[in-house]
């Protein structure tokens, strides 16, 4: 790697991590215009930690998992995508794609508030060709009570009268007030335990990246299917189990690159 005079850093196209730093460097220049809060970037890193002992690979628990949002979305009357820094700065294409396979609008949403923020997180949003982004008119956002300062506004043609909201990435506080609220939360998040993953509906373990364009794949199949096939696809999806599969997975994944090592370490 190295720095040229504008500060970007190449990435050899030979370098056994190229996906894992060309994200990091979109994380990095989503900082630089305001779309990242600088605790996106430690929470990229938490992402990148969990992903490591998942195999970096979407893995056919959390498909199950895929599975059943997608079709949670397709069931919905009114399905939200909510939007923060660090998934618009990773992604911004595949949320516009997603948004409109599914006809779910998408909302952004933001623990750091900041001035100039909402301003840049529509513009890379639009610049991937989305339309009527909700959360960015003061005039239209309302305060929910279970949630203290300015984490509590939300849309009132969004999240407000949402029945089913997907929330990458999102923080527990969140997540469990939209609980409370009677929302049905679609969670992607690397790591199983955080309270995010627990208190969700459907809780999938997997990185955003390839989550999205998985999602908006199965959408395309299962618009075609009719809301009884959506539902029974809804109703055998268990979230505990799901869970506790993915915490297997770990567990196993560990043992075998722990084996791995060692046998480089005892030659
Ligand atoms: P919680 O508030 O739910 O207990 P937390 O406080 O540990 O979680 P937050 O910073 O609130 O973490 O939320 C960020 C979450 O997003 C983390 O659990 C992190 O693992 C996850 N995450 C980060 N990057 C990605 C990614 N690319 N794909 C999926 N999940 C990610
Ligand atoms: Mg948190």
């Not at 409109?100 to 001035?115: C, D, G, M, S």
């Not at 509590?152 to 990458?168: A, E, L, M, W």
């Not at 506080?173 to 199983?192: C, F, H, Q, S, Y």
Request: aromatic share 4%; net charge neutral; charged share 25%.
């Amino acid at each position: 790697m190295e720095d040229n005079e504008n500060n970007h850093v190449k990435v050899p196209k030979d370098h056994p991590r190229i996906t894992s730093l060309m994200y990091r460097h979109k994380i990095i220049d989503g900082m630089k215009k305001l779309v990242v809060a600088e605790a996106g970037l430690i929470a990229h890193g938490r992402g990148e930690c969990f992903d490591y002992i998942l195999g970096e690979k979407t893995n056919m628990i959390a498909i199950q998992a895929i599975k059943a949002a997608v079709a949670q979305l397709l069931l919905a009357q009114h399905p939200v995508i909510s939007v923060n820094g660090n998934v618009a700065a990773l992604c911004p294409e595949d949320l516009v794609l997603l948004s409109k396979t599914l006809n779910a609008p998408l909302e952004i949403n933001l623990f750091y508030r900041k001035n100039g923020r909402v301003d840049a997180i529509k513009h890379i949003l639009e610049e991937a060709g989305a339309q009527n982004i909700l959360g960015t008119d003061e005039s239209t956002m309302v305060e929910i009570e279970e949630l203290s300062s300015n984490r509590r506004n939300v849309d009132c043609n969004g999240i407000k009268i949402s029945d089913v909201v997907f929330v990458p990435l999102e923080d527990g506080d969140r997540t469990e007030a939209l609980k409370k609220l009677g929302k049905t939360v679609i969670a992607v998040d690397l790591n199983p335990l955080s309270r995010t993953a627990i208190w969700a509906d459907i809780t999938i373990v997997d990185n955003i990246i390839r989550t999205l364009p998985r999602m908006t794949k199965i959408a395309l199949k299962y618009k075609n299917y009719t809301r009884e096939q959506l539902k029974k696809i809804v109703d055998v999806f268990n979230n505990k189990e799901n869970i506790q599969n993915t915490l297997e997975f770990i567990i196993e994944y560990i043992n075998l690159q722990k084996e791995k090592a060692f046998n480089i370490l005892n030659k």
